[in-house]
């Protein structure tokens, strides 16, 4: 993990809008790049041993995965990625050069929605 991965304006943006998209609901933020992360956020009632290299692998390679093999369908273009877990939920979102995890409590569909539109419109 490198810091400073993402400059801190960025990070305190992505930060922001993931906090204004779900409030108190956001568990953690992390920014990625196919090679590194660096987490933004991590609430202070969680644990601080998880081991995100191993999530940051697996969520770039899903996402490519995911990109490839959807494309041209008549689903449209992909555009995020939630994943169900007994304690939260995964949300991906990325682009060809980067991305953002973001891990919630229990949120709407709307939420969902609210915080990929807002953390895409970032990464653009």
Same mark, same amino acid.
């Given at each position: 993990m !490198?810091?400073?991965?993402?400059?801190?304006? +960025?990070? =305190?943006?992505l930060v922001r809008t993931a906090r204004?998209?779900?409030?108190?609901?956001?568990?953690?933020?992390?920014?990625?790049?196919?090679?590194?992360?660096?987490?933004?956020?991590?609430?202070?009632d969680l644990e601080q041993d998880a081991d995100l290299s191993t999530f940051i692998g !697996?969520?770039?390679?899903?996402?490519?995965? +995911?990109? =490839?093999?959807?494309?041209?369908s008549e689903l449209g273009d992909y555009n995020y990625t939630i994943r169900?877990?007994?304690?939260?939920?995964?949300?991906?979102?990325?682009?060809?050069?980067?991305g953002v995890l973001v891990t919630t409590d229990g949120i709407t569909m709307q939420d969902f929605e609210a915080l990929a539109s807002a953390i895409g419109a970032v990464l653009r």
């Open positions: !490198t810091a400073d991965l993402v400059d801190p304006e +960025t990070a =305190d943006h204004t998209a779900i409030g108190d609901s956001l568990r953690s933020a992390t920014y990625f790049t196919r090679d590194d992360y660096e987490q933004l956020y991590l609430r202070s !697996t969520e770039w390679r899903g996402f490519r995965i +995911t990109k =490839d093999a959807y494309q041209g169900v877990f007994d304690g939260g939920y995964l949300v991906r979102m990325t682009t060809d050069r980067e």
